[in-house]
């Protein structure tokens, strides 16, 4: 398969609790990684010359190594030892430096578009460790599924059975360092997860809503006030219960009937809060990579 479609989903944080920092300056989290059906999409094509070709669609964004893309193909061809290059378009949806995973994500669908047009030039750890080393994030998205992410987010616990939901995002116009957050972070760090009541959600089924907790919304939250006002926002328009995602400052709420989401993000489109999104659980169902047909696209110059 030399041309083909891959989907890049974003993602949420319906917790996400620092719990201590390493020498390397990465901090330890636990957190609870949900897949969500606001996607980016990458069309992959080879190509007989080496190197990547990427172009971007939808977002401006960079083309070369200052995208993860374009850094996620570099190093699986060079590691693969592929021969060949590799043309890529990128159709941005997520937003941009959102807490939503977008980059990561389209990074992770890369390498899941690459080992499928060269199936078996690199094993599942080597895929896996190529992953880490893009970003802490982009090993969850290898697989895309609920999952409790330990570590810097690569040790990957699978939630099976995870409740089908609807959340409502909603992205104001700002865009926030996840460095500077981290930076800002004044809570005092445990040395283990306090997570009596994710066991108990596993155990007997609890409601997502008494998952909800990030770290990281106060320090994100002093900065931009908006923040807070769409939470209100959120739990007015009827969710169970509203979070900022990640690093922010995306916040979501919590729906259980799609009706409801739908007729909530109406309402806040109106409401000049910035962009907004109804979206429900993503899922592969095996349809994640597709076969392309190589030259489609947007029209204007090839790559």
């Known amino acids: 398969m030399k041309a083909l479609v891959v989907e890049a989903p974003a993602k949420i944080n319906i917790r996400l609790e620092v719990i201590g920092r390493r020498p390397d300056g990465y901090h330890e989290l636990v957190s609870i990684m949900i897949p969500v059906s606001l996607a980016d999409r990458l069309e992959l094509a080879a190509r007989p010359e080496e190197g990547v070709a990427l172009r971007c669609f939808g977002l401006p964004l960079p083309e070369g190594d200052g995208n993860l893309v374009f850094r996620a193909a570099s190093r699986f061809l060079s590691e693969a030892g592929i021969g060949e290059g ?31 047009m060269w199936p078996g030039r690199l ?12 970003g802490a994030d982009v090993p969850f998205f290898l697989s895309a599924v609920p999952s409790l992410a330990r570590g810097i987010g690569e040790e990957l616990e699978p939630l099976a059975n995870w409740p089908h939901l609807w959340y409502v995002l909603v992205k104001p116009p700002v865009e926030v360092s996840t460095a500077w957050v981290y930076g800002k972070l004044k809570k005092p760090l445990t040395t283990r997860e306090n997570d009596c009541t994710f066991q108990h959600f596993r155990r007997d089924g609890a409601s997502v809503v008494a998952l909800l907790e990030n770290d990281l919304e106060s320090v994100t939250e002093e900065r931009f006030p908006e923040i807070r006002r769409i939470k ?35 309402r806040l489109t109106s409401q ?8 429900t659980d993503w899922t592969d169902n095996g349809q994640r990579v597709k076969a392309g047909i190589e030259g489609a696209g947007p029209s204007g110059p090839k790559v």
Do not use: N, Q, W, Y
Not at 123 to 134: D, Y
Not at 250 to 259: D, E, N
């Open 232 to 266: 209100k926002a959120l739990l007015k328009e009827g969710a169970e219960g509203a979070l900022m995602t990640g690093s922010g400052p995306t916040v979501f709420g919590v729906f259980t009937k799609r009706p409801s989401a739908e007729s909530a993000m109406h």
């Open 123 to 134: 094993s599942c750890g080597a895929l896996h460790e190529l992953a880490v080393g893009l």
């Open 86 to 116: 590799v043309r890529i378009r990128l159709h941005k949806k997520i937003p941009i430096a959102a807490g939503l995973g977008g980059g990561s994500s389209d990074a992770a669908a890369t390498l899941v578009g690459l080992d499928a």
């Open 272 to 279: 000049d809060l910035g962009e907004v999104f109804s979206v």
